[in-house]
């Protein structure tokens, strides 16, 4: 059973305790578990990558069948989930029902992904797609951000976060926190504090890194990476902004594949592309398939987790990753 993401009530008043998220917005799945799921929870919560249920799926399931699981203050996560995984949600299924709530996120999934399939035909489970964040989305979350916080700003500022944000929730709500912090001191907010704030600013380096690691400039990227010293703080962003870009780049690439020529697909894109990015992303277009941009954005998701548990080298993991195609 499908239930879109801005169907809250619905999703509130499900009876369902098993559902599947999919899409590459982190930052809907981040707020759809945190309203609807965690939002005054005070038990258990499980996390779960997929690997780690199919290297032990007997146990898993073996687990979930017994009393202490099965109370209605647990929540399991099961995050990186592919298709591997429907024998086990098949079984949990067959099993009955339970008080324990499955939630299982993953990348976006091909209308012929039997994970997906099955979600979408069951009626006693959710699916849920989650698409990447437009400027009327953007623009709501900056209404309501400042509304609870009783603070303005100007129709300026708040186009200017939203740019800079490059659809992603996550990064807008960072920009609009240091913003609410300084507003406490200060009751005008002008673009100047905004670009003294703003890590997207200061961080011009990232970008450019993104940019050149796309448009596979390899001694660019060798020359950015040894003029910077990156933190671990820094390195999640290149991270992210990679992803960002590649998400973009993979709209082009279906473009171009559905009988766009380079330079029509790139008009296309919306939010426009700024006139002096159109060249670098035009080389990106070039120097990648629509496979391969699909593969970049599974590693980096990959690389992503690798840096979070690893924080200590995370800067040699992601100059491995830029440094090789």
Avoid at 143 to 169: A, T, V
Avoid at 207 to 229: G, M, W
């Amino acid at each position: 059973m499908i239930i879109k993401s801005f169907e809250l009530d619905k999703l509130r008043s499900s009876s369902s305790n098993v559902h599947l998220i999919h899409g590459n917005n982190e930052g809907v799945k981040e707020d759809i578990i945190n309203n609807i799921y965690l939002k005054e929870f005070n038990g258990e919560l499980l996390k779960y990558d997929e690997y780690e249920v199919l290297n032990n799926g007997d146990e898993f399931i073996s687990s979930l069948l017994t009393d202490s699981l099965f109370s209605t203050n647990k929540i399991i996560i099961i995050s990186r989930a592919t298709d591997k995984i429907v024998d086990v949600i098949n079984d949990i299924l067959e099993r009955g029902k339970s008080e324990t709530k499955i939630i299982i996120k993953c990348h976006s999934l091909e209308k012929k992904s039997k994970l997906r399939k099955l979600f979408e035909k069951e009626g006693n489970i959710i699916c849920t797609p989650v698409y990447e964040d437009d400027n009327r989305s953007l623009n709501s979350i900056i209404q309501i951000f400042l509304k609870e916080n009783k603070f303005n700003l100007s129709q300026e500022i708040k186009n200017i976060l939203i740019e800079r944000s490059k659809g992603d929730r996550i990064n807008l709500r960072n920009e609009l926190i240091k913003l609410k912090n300084l507003s406490l001191s200060k009751k005008i907010l002008s673009i100047d504090d905004v670009d003294k704030l703003s890590n997207l600013a200061e961080n011009y380096s990232v970008f450019e890194l993104s940019d050149n690691y796309l448009a596979k400039n390899s001694k660019k990227v060798s020359n950015i990476l040894n003029e910077n010293n990156y933190s671990s703080e820094d390195c999640i962003l290149i991270i992210r902004t990679i992803l960002s870009k590649s998400k973009r780049l993979l709209k082009i690439r279906n473009e171009i594949d559905n009988n766009s020529d380079i330079d029509q697909a790139i008009s296309s894109i919306k939010p426009p592309i700024f006139w002096k990015e159109k060249d670098i992303v035009k080389k990106q277009a070039q120097s990648w398939t629509t496979n391969e941009v699909k593969e970049i954005i599974f590693k980096i998701s990959d690389l992503e987790a690798l840096v979070k548990k690893n924080t200590a080298n995370s800067i040699l993991f992601v100059s491995n990753f830029v440094s090789n195609y």
